[in-house]
Every structure is written in C-alpha cells, then in structure tokens.
T-cell receptor, first 109, second 114 residues
Framework: GQNIDQPTEMTATEGAIVQINCTYQ??????LFWYQQHAGEAPTFLSY????GLEEKGRFSSFLSRSKGYSYLLLKELQMKDSASYLCAAPNYGQNFVFGPGTRLSVLP | NAGVTQTPKFRVLKTGQSMTLLCAQDMNHEYMYWYRQDPGMGLRLIHY???????AKGEVPDGYNVSRLKKQNFLLGLESAAPSQTSVYFCASSYGQQALDGYTFGSGTRLTVV
C-alpha cells in the first residue's frame, strides 16, 4: 500500500517561513491533500494539488512533483496559531487516501 | 451549522462491552469514512461507504462493523471492545474520493477501553 513519509517535528519562530516536506509512492496517483490539525481537534482541509507546481493560498502554499513523489507545504509569516500538526494524504493506488503520520509544528515567539 | 456531527464525544468501555458510534452529515455527501488516530501513526481508515446501503473495508477493519442505512448517517460498531481499540475515532465525509475540497471531519470520539 501507500507509504508516506513526513518529518515528525519542526520548530520555527513567529514571522519566519517554514517548509514541511512529504514523500509518497507514486503509483495510481490522483492528487495530494494537506490538512491542518490543532491538538485535540479534527483535521481541517488546507489544499489539494493535482498538477505539478506551486499553488498559493494566502500565507500557505503547496508544491507538488508527481514524478518525484514529493510535495511540500510552505507557511509564510508564521503566527502562533499556526502551531499544529500538518498531515499530507496521498491516494492508495487510486482508491482511498492514506494519511501520513503528520508533522508537529511548534511556533515560538 | 452544516458539517459532520459525531456522538458521543467521550466514552470509557470495559473489555468485552459493545458500543455504536454515530456520524451524521447534512451536506448531502455520498462518501463517508471512519478513521482511527493513534499517536505516531496518523489517521488509518477503518471502513468507508460510497453511498447509502454500501460499505467497504479500509486498512484496519478487524473488530469493527459499519452500516449506512440512510445517506446522512454512518454508524461504527464495536461488538466486543479490546484495549487495542483505545483511540480517537474520526468520521469524515466528501462528495467523492477525489473531492477538490477535501474531506470534512467530525470533532472526534475519544474511546478508552479498560
């Protein structure tokens, strides 16, 4: 099945830029999601990349390279409220999406 | 407010007891999912449904059963709870598997089996 890899934890300073990487197996690929999950809460949808390249949504951008099985989430002008886990999700051979273990981001003042 | 509602929010069970988790959505979504989330393991799919009256197994279906008798409801049952089923359970729904706006998740059910 799908195997997704993300860094376990990252730390950054308020106002800085941080990049969270995600690698996955490329078979049967049909897009890649990014979700944000604050501690004790449900995941919320951030972005969905279907084509290669960078998609920007305000302070958040997501990049995809389908040939390399690689994506990243870029967070700019970090705020304290951005402290959360960030999950990438890739399709499992064209079927349901499989979620990565998540990257816990801590934003320090 | 439109969304996905899960009940109950918390539950403690003794080993061997049974229970049902209820998920309700009012967005007219065809697809519904049950996930469990454990520390360091991410969200793992238990069962899912592609429409009223249908169910299918996900990654970790053993020990669970589901039913989708109405389009808006998706029930997850534990017939004989085990400590290994201690977890946070999330229900989600979407228009399709490749929905451009992603999945909408419920607030979760924290289940402890002692």
């Amino acid at each position: 099945g799908q195997n997704i890899d993300q860094p376990t934890e990252m730390t950054a300073t308020e106002g800085a830029i941080v990049q969270i990487n995600c690698t996955y197996q490329t078979s049967g690929f049909n897009g890649l999601f990014w979700y944000q999950q604050h501690a004790g809460e449900a995941p919320t949808f951030l972005s969905y990349n279907v084509l290669d390249g960078l998609e920007e949504k305000g302070r958040f951008s997501s990049f995809l390279s389908r040939s390399k099985g690689y994506s990243y989430l870029l967070l700019k002008e970090l705020q304290m409220k951005d402290s959360a886990s960030y999950l990438c999700a890739a399709p499992n051979y064209g079927q349901n999406f499989v979620f990565g273990p998540g990257t816990r981001l801590s934003v320090l003042p | 407010n439109a969304g996905v509602t899960q009940t109950p929010k918390f539950r403690v069970l003794k080993t061997g007891q049974s229970m049902t988790l209820l998920c309700a959505q009012d967005m007219n979504h065809e697809y519904m999912y049950w996930y469990r989330q454990d520390p360091g393991m991410g969200l793992r799919l238990i069962h899912y449904s592609v429409g009223e009256g249908t169910t299918a197994k996900g990654e970790v279906p053993d020990g669970y059963n589901v039913s989708r008798l109405k389009k808006q409801n998706f029930l997850l049952g534990l017939e004989s709870a085990a400590p290994s089923q201690t977890s946070v359970y999330f229900c989600a729904s979407s228009y399709g598997q490749q929905a451009l706006d992603g999945y909408t998740f419920g607030s979760g059910t924290r289940l402890t089996v002692v």
